[in-house]
């Protein structure tokens, strides 16, 4: 893994010097008439036809983990997120005074968990924030409620990631942190056991994030919160949507008087138990698949109402050609595997973008009839450029090492025609960047990513899941996980083929809520 670089931005094509192995991703293969390979998105391949339960979402856990934390009694999320990122917040939390526990429970991806609230937050301590934004940016609001100095440090690369505008509003709503004017990691809160707030101005263009982290812990600031943004634009909105949200089902009075503004009123936050939705973020590689290769992949447990961004996967993923059907809960998109290029703009939906623009690349490689592939771009991502990695450029790197045309715009990527070979796929620890060479793989044979351990910051099953969904020529049962479940009856009473793994998690997940 490379979580240990200094500078995660290397794109010249050597392997940095602490990856192990290689994981080399898996191509479906083509079952041309004439008994012959192609590599085209027209090739005629086995279709997919898979049903892939997935963990809880990530931006949930996190904004339930601190608002239970923070809560007015004991609460309890049920199949919460557990991965790199959920657990560094757990971790922060626990390292601030909370007890967070454990509960045994049938939910194959982990415990639930039992947050009990500390009678007062403590702080001399170090927080690990790894390379998780939701840690970086929302941690620090709390540990201005603790006492005593709360130093925060994290991956090599996360000193690389914005936090000014956080740090400074903080500091306008009463914090005392010094940061040696990094504006970045590391730096250190000295909690005073309690923050004033009232109103406050932050730019919010590079991240939603540092809207989220004021208007999260504001319940418990004297006066509340009143944010305006100030900047000219405004990424990932939805995220803030799914803040107000959740503060409101926890009877906070949270709403957004203007465009640009929120506020939160002081009070309780009302302590519960809340079922984490599965992280549909995470649905968009195994989706995409679908419609790569051609055939049906389902997501179970697909939330009618939801304010998670990766719901807009049923209007996006459509535009490459296909189709997405919400039935019962369950979330089929089924493609041809013949791919469309497009034209989309997605400000609202970044941390989408890596698989959309994996899906472009394929759908501008050549068909295998001849005529050219389609182009396609996709705008509105600027601020991907301060996500674990600088997105754009990366993606760019990665799709051009491996012979394709992309190109970096202003705020997105452009995508010619081109064909694709095989070659070494760099993720930059970032997961998204690793799940999206894995999307260009069960097309383009030979691709090989770095570091696919990566995928653990959100979905550490990643591997298992993804050679799950896939056609199993030697009937063999994929075992990565261990979880130790019956193998399950219940993707064929879906009517799709699951593989080993793939079954017992679906038996488990469904037996466990
Ligand atoms: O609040 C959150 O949970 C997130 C907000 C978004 O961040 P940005 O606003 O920085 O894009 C999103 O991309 C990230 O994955 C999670
Ligand atoms: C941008 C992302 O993460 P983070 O929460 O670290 O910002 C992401 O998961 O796509």
């Known amino acids: 893994m490379n979580r240990g670089n200094d500078d995660n931005g290397d794109r010249s094509g050597d392997v940095p010097d602490d990856v192990t192995e290689p994981w080399a991703a898996p191509t ?10 192609g590599s085209g998105p027209d090739t005629t391949r086995e279709p997919l036809n898979a049903y892939v339960p997935l963990p809880g979402s990530k931006s949930l856990t996190g904004r339930e983990l601190i608002l239970a934390a923070l809560a007015d009694g004991p609460g309890t999320l049920r199949v919460p997120l557990h991965s790199r990122d959920t657990d560094l917040m757990v971790e922060a939390l626990r390292l601030l005074g909370t007890d967070i526990t454990p509960l045994a429970g ?5 415990p639930d968990l039992r947050v009990t609230p500390a009678e007062e937050l403590t702080g001399s301590t170090s927080i690990d924030c790894g390379l998780a934004g939701t840690v970086m940016r929302f941690v620090p609001a709390v540990a201005a409620l603790s006492l005593g100095p709360v130093a ?6 996360a000193r690389k990631r914005p936090m000014r505008p956080v740090l400074d509003a903080l500091r306008a709503l009463g914090a005392d942190i010094s940061d040696d004017g990094r504006g970045a990691l590391p730096f250190t809160v000295h909690g005073g056991g309690g923050l004033r707030g009232g109103r406050v101005e932050v730019d919010a263009s590079l991240s939603s994030q540092f ?4 208007l999260l812990s504001a319940p418990r600031f004297e006066q509340g919160v009143h944010v305006v943004h100030t900047g ?7 995220h803030i949507e799914m803040t107000l949200e959740a503060l409101r089902a926890r009877g906070v009075e949270a709403d957004s008087p203007a465009t640009g503004e929120w506020r939160v ?5 009302r302590a519960r138990e809340i079922t984490i939705e599965p992280d549909l973020s995470n649905a968009a590689p195994f989706l995409a698949a679908a419609l790569a290769v051609g055939g049906t992949v389902s997501i179970p447990h697909w939330p009618a109402d939801t304010t998670q961004v990766g719901d807009q996967l049923r209007t996006l993923l459509p535009e490459f050609g296909g189709t997405a059907t919400l039935e019962h809960g369950v979330l089929t998109v089924t493609g041809t595997g013949r791919l469309r290029g497009v034209n989309i703009h997605m400000p609202d939906a970044g941390e989408l973008s890596p698989t959309l623009v994996g899906l472009a690349a394929l759908a501008a490689m050549p068909r295998p009839d001849g005529t050219p ?3 396609s771009t996709i705008t509105g991502i600027g601020h991907t450029r301060h996500h674990e990695t600088d997105r754009i450029a990366a993606l760019v790197a990665e799709i051009n090492r491996l012979g394709g045309n992309a190109e970096e715009l202003p705020d997105g990527i452009g995508i010619h025609p081109a064909a694709m070979h095989g070659g070494l796929w ?6 998204r960047i690793a799940t999206t060479g894995a999307l260009v793989g069960l097309l383009v044979p030979g691709v090989e990513i770095d570091d696919i351990a990566s995928t653990s910051k959100t979905l550490p099953q990643f591997p298992e899941l993804w050679r799950g969904m896939l056609p199993d020529a030697d009937g063999a049962e994929h075992d990565g996980l261990g979880l130790g479940l019956d193998i399950a009856a219940e993707g064929a009473a879906h009517g799709a083929a699951i593989a080993g793994t793939l079954g017992r998690i679906a038996r488990g997940f469904l037996e466990g809520i």
């Open 211 to 214: 809207v989220s982290a004021l």
């Open 265 to 269: 009123a002081p009070g309780p936050i």
């Open 426 to 431: 760099q993720a930059y620890a970032d997961h």
């Open 373 to 375: 592939g389609e182009p």
């Open 152 to 157: 925060f440090d994290g991956d090599p690369y």
């Open 28 to 37: 479906v293969p083509t079952v041309a008439p004439d008994g012959g390979t």
């Open 106 to 110: 049938k939910n194959p991806y982990g």
């Open 232 to 238: 000219d634009r405004l990424p990932s909105v939805p």
